[in-house]
């Protein structure tokens, strides 16, 4: 397992406007996974994308994973006010006896109206 | 629905005291996971169960303990031997193979 590193670690947006946020990580992956916390509650899974796909969508929600350079980005178009959360990525080395996540510190996204 | 329950949502606990979290699932999830969140910061792993009766410590397991008796059960207890237990504590499930996490809503944990 290892950590994924997001940046910036707070970003402030207008309404409408996108939000990119970027994760790094150090090691070969299987997976890569997008979480969003709203405060005081839990994660909410938002995406995952594998290591043989460069690019996913969901919504407003665009992933990218650049295996050779071992990141990723998470794009939200048009934002709106209740996109405002911490988002934390987790890369997923699956295999053996240790299938866990480790988590980094995440970024905060703070979408003003 | 399928999803994972923690309780109480708050919690305190006095000096030299015990005080054990739940956390159910009922998403016939194979692995849970214990971890705790400080303010502003991230998400630190405290046990991990792949299995009943099996568990791992994770990278801050000093003054926790945890038992997984039923695979929808994965409780934790804060010892009196953890002298900063203040916290915000979330449970986790996963099923098998390159699946995402499902948390639960946490457990606030603070002294009195």
């Known amino acids: 397992s290892q950590q994924g590193e997001e940046d910036p670690q707070a970003l402030s947006i207008q309404e409408g406007e996108n939000a990119t946020m970027n994760c790094s990580y150090k090691?070969?992956?299987?997976?890569l996974q997008w979480y969003r916390q709203n405060s005081g509650r839990g994660l909410v899974h938002l995406i995952l994308?594998?290591?043989?796909?460069r690019e996913k969508h969901s919504g407003r929600l665009r992933v990218t994973l650049d295996t050779s350079k071992k990141s990723s980005s998470l794009l939200i178009t048009a934002s709106r006010a209740a996109d405002t959360a911490s988002y934390f990525c987790?890369?997923?080395?699956?295999?053996?006896?240790?299938?866990?996540?480790?988590f980094g510190t995440g970024t905060l996204l703070a979408v003003q109206p | 629905d399928g999803g994972i329950t923690q309780s109480p949502k708050y919690l305190f606990r006095k000096e030299g005291q015990n005080v054990t979290l739940s956390c159910e699932q009922n998403?016939?999830?194979?692995?849970m996971y214990w971890y705790r969140q400080d303010p502003g910061q991230g998400l630190r792993l405290i046990y991990y169960?792949?299995?009943?009766?099996?568990?791992q410590k994770g990278d801050i397991a000093e003054g926790y303990s945890v038992s997984r008796e039923k695979k929808e059960s994965f409780p934790l207890t804060v010892t009196s031997a953890q002298k900063n237990p203040t916290a915000f504590y979330l449970c986790?499930?996963?099923?098998?193979?390159?699946?995402?996490?499902?948390f639960g809503d946490g457990t606030r944990l603070s002294i009195l």
């Open positions: 986790a499930s996963m099923g098998m193979g390159n699946q995402p996490q499902h």
């Open positions: 090691t070969s992956i299987n997976n």
């Open positions: 987790a890369p997923a080395t699956y295999g053996g006896a240790t299938n866990k996540l480790i």
């Open positions: 994308i594998r290591s043989n796909e």
């Open positions: 998403l016939n999830h194979d692995a």
């Open positions: 169960s792949q299995i009943v009766n099996d568990f």
